[in-house]
Each structure stands twice: as C-alpha cells, then as structure tokens.
C-alpha cells in the first residue's frame, strides 16, 4: 500500500522560506517523475514542481521559478520542496504527486497517488 505524508506547511510571512517534506511507503517509484501540486481555497489543484528520479532537470510552472527547489532522497525515499521568497499567493495546500510522466505532462489527472496535503499560509 502506497503512503506518501508530508510535512513541513505553516505559517510564513511574505519573504520567508519553508521546506515540505513527503515520505513515501510502500513503493519507490524508481525511474518514475514525482511532483508537488497545491491547491488554494476556491481554485482548482495545480502543478508545481516536477523531478526525474536522478534529480536532473527539475521543472517547474512559471510563478515559482528562481524561488521554490525540488529535490529528493532516493535511498530515504523523501521528496523535499524548498520554498524561497514567499508570497501571498502562494497560500495553498501543498500535496506531493505520484508519478509525473516530464514537464509536458502535468495536469492532476494523471496522478494515482496523492499525499493528504500540507497547508502553507504566508502573511502578507
């Protein structure tokens, strides 16, 4: 049975930085793409960050480029998302996503796992 559960959300004021942490069970999706996706009040789940399982070339959706930083920990199975330079908007649930299939394929519907999410809130 496959468990992912993050951690790491908060309170934050704007400018400030967090880092999400998600522990995977139960499969190490070796060779699969894992993500982070959020969801803020009223709006629809989108896509965040991406990255291949040797950490290369991460991807990411246009607002949080230059501020936010995948990474993961195979051998701990631990994906991690640094958050740099936080904004307002950024105001969200935070889930992390299995698997992603690259940059051109991000849409939530193709996700089969999710974790149960982690909230973020930055004060403006």
């Known amino acids: 049975q496959v468990q992912m559960v993050e951690s790491g959300g908060g309170l934050v004021q704007a400018g400030g930085s967090l880092r999400l942490s998600c522990a995977i069970s139960?499969?190490?999706?070796?060779?699969?793409?894992l993500g982070w996706f959020r969801q803020a009040q009223g709006k629809e789940r989108e896509f965040v960050a991406g990255?291949?399982?040797?950490?290369?070339?991460?991807y990411y959706t246009d607002s949080v480029k230059g501020r936010f930083a995948i990474s993961r920990d195979t051998a701990r199975n631990i994906l991690y998302l640094q958050m740099n330079s936080l904004k307002s908007e950024d105001t969200a649930i935070y889930y992390c996503?299995?698997?992603?299939?690259?940059?051109?394929?991000?849409?939530?519907?193709?996700?089969?796992?999710w974790g149960q999410g982690t909230q973020v809130t930055v004060s403006s």
């Open positions: 996503a299995a698997p992603l299939y690259g940059p051109s394929s991000t849409d939530s519907s193709i996700v089969d796992y």
């Open positions: 139960g499969h190490t999706f070796r060779g699969y793409d």
């Open positions: 990255i291949t399982w040797t950490g290369y070339d991460p």
